[in-house]
């Protein structure tokens, strides 16, 4: 924040094109007094490379922009983007005010966001008594809703997730949005950076049952995109979320999600004995009722392999489990500190076992199958805990069809049951498959149907069902975990 308060900036996709700029005036004149009474001009930014490189700065700290204002540096990481990207920033100060005066000064300040540009907000809705809240850079741009970048904010750089910047106040609790600023002295350009297949989105359901929009994640090194091949989440006591992510290298990376809807940078796991990655075909993450995050993954070669991600935000390092080797794993912590794991065997079969709160690990037992099977065919796995102890598990069978089963605290097991189909259909058909448990003792699920859709249901504690609903959005990997306040967030790699 400046002064008084800092800023941040995110990119949008849209080019700078005289169409537009008569759009958004129009615009600008039902959005309210201050965004009516600016002119609207272009902004001569390389908007693409401007979003590029703050979108590569998140998890930044003051001391790598040379801030002179370490309580106060929104404006400064602004001036170090857009001088990075080739931009005259002179005028800029630390004040955040200073880029509204810039943009007059050059001519563009406009009423709607582009990408490239600085955001100003403020609490009392106005600029005109020479102060500003916080400014970020916009990234990306659909329709009103708006992602940004910005310095000074939960003390680094973050990336935060799209909101409507017409009718939500600002994110880091700033303000409204009052004015758009576009760098000056860049050449335009219409490039738009486009999603394919494997990037990830997420979205949340509200404890009251409503939902956000899918978005997509930030990309790693100022990449608009993430495409991962696999991916999981957790969430832990204070409300944020950890995710892992097997990118399209074959390495895994994880990030977080803070409970402001901010989000730290991609970072790939070093690897096991000294190598500088983590190779891997699976994975699963864990959150522990103490704050850390467990996590699990199986290497190029099948080996079973723990980490914990500490609360400190410290990780403890790679240690084989035992000598097995496994195609899928699945893990859940549960409240008394233990975490269960569940794999599939190389023979294709489902096992369990429990890392125990001190460390120690139950050996595997092979996990019955339906009817009088004595093993259970898997080509997909879930695990989630509840607050009771249980452990709720999801699977898709060697015939394409989800199963539930319960794990009880007291390690007896309940037996295999189909669940019902979309739409009155008499079972439900799925390529993925995730679950989570809720505070209040019910369990959401997330599963990939054949038509390639996203489809939710859940679990009520008292055991019965509401039945599949369609998201709407298609997916090829699903993840899912239930945060402390209630809500449900989701990760999908979309199709």
């Keep these: 924040m400046t002064a ?34 600016l002119a609207v001009a272009p902004a001569r930014a390389d908007a693409p490379s401007v979003a590029a490189i703050a979108r590569a700065q998140v998890g930044g700290s003051c001391g790598d922009y040379a801030c002179q204002n370490p309580g106060a540096w ?6 170090w983007v857009w001088n990075r990207a080739g931009a005259d920033v002179s005028g800029i100060t630390p004040a955040a005010i200073s880029l509204y005066d810039y943009g007059r000064n050059k001519g563009t300040v406009h009423g709607t966001p582009q990408v490239g540009d600085a955001v ?66 860049l050449s335009e350009t219409p490039s738009v950076p486009v999603s394919t297949a494997g990037d990830l989105f997420h979205a949340i359901r509200a404890a009251d049952g409503t939902w956000t929009s899918f978005q997509p994640l930030n990309g790693f090194g100022g990449a608009p995109f993430f495409n991962a091949r ?13 995710s892992l992510a097997i990118g399209n290298d074959g390495d895994l990376y994880t990030t977080a999600r803070y409970p ?81 794991v569940l794999i599939v065997g190389n023979d294709g079969n489902l096992y369990h076992s429990v890392r125990r709160p001190d460390g120690t ?8 199958g339906t009817g ?17 102890g249980d452990a709720q598990v999801v699977a898709v069978g060697a015939d394409g069809r989800v199963q539930h089963t319960i794990r009880f605290a007291d390690g007896s097991w309940q037996g295999w049951g189909a669940l019902d ?28 149907g054949n038509d390639g859709k996203a489809y939710h249901d859940i679990r009520y504690a008292n055991g019965q069902w509401q039945g599949w609903r369609a998201t709407g959005a298609g997916a090829r990997q699903v993840a899912l975990a239930g945060t402390p306040g209630g809500a449900a967030q989701m990760l999908i790699t979309r199709s």
């Design 372 to 388: 009088q099977a004595a093993t259970f065919q898997a080509k997909e796995i879930a695990i989630a805990a509840l607050p009771n």
């Design 230 to 242: 696999q991916q999981s989440l957790a969430a832990t006591p204070d409300g944020s979320t950890q």
């Design 120 to 185: 100003l907000y403020d609490k009392d809705g106005t600029l005109g008594d020479r102060e500003a809240d916080h400014a970020n850079i916009v990234v990306s741009v659909s329709g009103d809703y708006i992602e940004t970048v910005g310095g000074n904010e939960s003390n680094g750089v973050r990336f935060r997730e799209s909101f409507n910047w017409r009718t939500s106040s600002s994110p880091v609790g700033a303000g409204r949005a009052l004015a758009f600023v576009g760098p000056a002295g």
């Design 421 to 448: 189909g979309f739409g009155g259909a008499s079972s439900f058909a799925a390529s993925a498959v995730a679950v989570t448990g809720m505070p209040n003792g019910d369990a959401q699920l997330l599963a990939v």
């Design 74 to 79: 929104c404006a400064e990481f602004i001036r």
């Design 260 to 340: 402001d809807g901010s989000w730290t940078a991609w970072v790939p796991l070093a690897g096991a004995a000294g190598a500088p990655h983590f190779a891997a075909k699976g994975q699963a993450i864990a959150g522990m009722s103490n704050g850390d995050a467990q996590v699990v993954a199986l290497g190029t070669d099948g080996r079973i392999q723990h980490n914990t991600r500490l609360v400190t935000g410290v990780w403890t390092g790679w240690t084989q489990v035992g000598t097995w080797q496994a195609q899928k794993v699945a893990a859940a912590g549960l409240p008394d500190g233990s975490l269960q």
């Design 4 to 37: 008084r308060r800092a800023a941040g900036i995110r990119t949008g996709t849209r080019g700078r094109t005289a169409t537009r700029l008569r759009t958004a005036v129009l615009a600008a004149l039902a959005a309210g007094p201050l965004l009516a009474s």
């Design 361 to 368: 690990w139950q050996s595997w037992h092979a996990v019955a």
